[in-house]
């Protein structure tokens, strides 16, 4: 098989799925907050999402949805990654690693 297929065959799943989860997720969350009528509709902190979905709570729905969708390229770049080490593409392995530090840096850079 072709490296392009190779990456293909691991990246188009990781984006359709994520994309399916997250909207599966978020319509969820918006017809259970039609049907229970909810007033209250923040984001609901990472640490209480698992909680807040055993509970039925809308706003844990719309969260998780939204927090796999901006996983989701994340992922991809983890999928490419890995295809790349198999590959033994060390120019494409150093991009990906570099694109994913730069994402944490953000990430904890924000956090603080």
Not at 3 to 16: A, D, G, K, M
Not at 20 to 40: A, Q
Not at 101 to 106: I, P, Q, T, Y
């Amino acid at each position: 098989m072709r490296p392009q297929e190779n990456l293909c065959h691991v990246v188009q799943p990781i984006l359709r799925w994520g994309m399916v989860l997250s909207l599966l997720l978020m319509f969820t969350g918006m017809l259970m907050g039609l049907v229970i009528g909810v007033e209250d509709t923040n984001v609901v902190p990472l640490r209480d999402i698992p909680s807040g979905m055993l509970d039925l709570d809308p706003p844990a729905f719309l969260t998780a949805g939204l927090v796999l969708l901006i996983a989701t390229p994340l992922a991809r770049v983890l999928g490419a990654l890995c295809v790349f080490l198999g590959e033994k593409d060390h120019k494409f392995v150093l991009i990906s690693l570099t694109v994913l530090l730069m994402v944490v840096a953000a990430v904890l850079l924000g956090a603080a």
